[in-house]
């Protein structure tokens, strides 16, 4: 059983940068892939980006080359560094994590960009 437990988040200013971080606790051997995703209100959950083991990236069209998905294996921790953020990319944003075939969730953390 893997438990995700994400932390930053908040009320960000237009054109700001934000840091979310998300470790991954448990009896793990390797995670594969980690990452986030989000959802607006009245809107699906969507990928924003990816990290796999290997440290291979994907990202959604909107956020690439503002948001930057990092991680640290040695502490199953993956960051979300958020730049230039524009009022659409508030959300709830889930960190989420594959492991043995399985896919976990985390609690969700609410961002709010004001215009």
């Known amino acids: 059983q893997v438990r995700l437990v994400e932390s930053g988040g908040g009320l960000v200013q237009a054109g700001g940068s934000m840091r979310l971080s998300c470790a991954a606790f448990?009896?793990?051997?390797?995670?594969?892939?980690m990452g986030w995703y989000r959802q607006a209100p009245e809107r699906q959950r969507e990928l924003v980006a990816t990290i796999t083991h290997g440290g291979s990236t994907n990202y959604a069209d909107s956020v690439k080359g503002r948001f930057v998905v990092s991680r640290d294996n040695a502490k199953n921790t993956v960051y979300l560094q958020m730049n230039s953020l524009k009022p659409e990319d508030t959300a709830v944003y889930y960190c989420t994590c594959d492991y043995l075939r399985d896919d976990y969730w985390g609690q969700g953390t609410q961002v709010t960009v004001s215009s």
């Open positions: 448990g009896n793990m051997f390797e995670i594969n892939a």
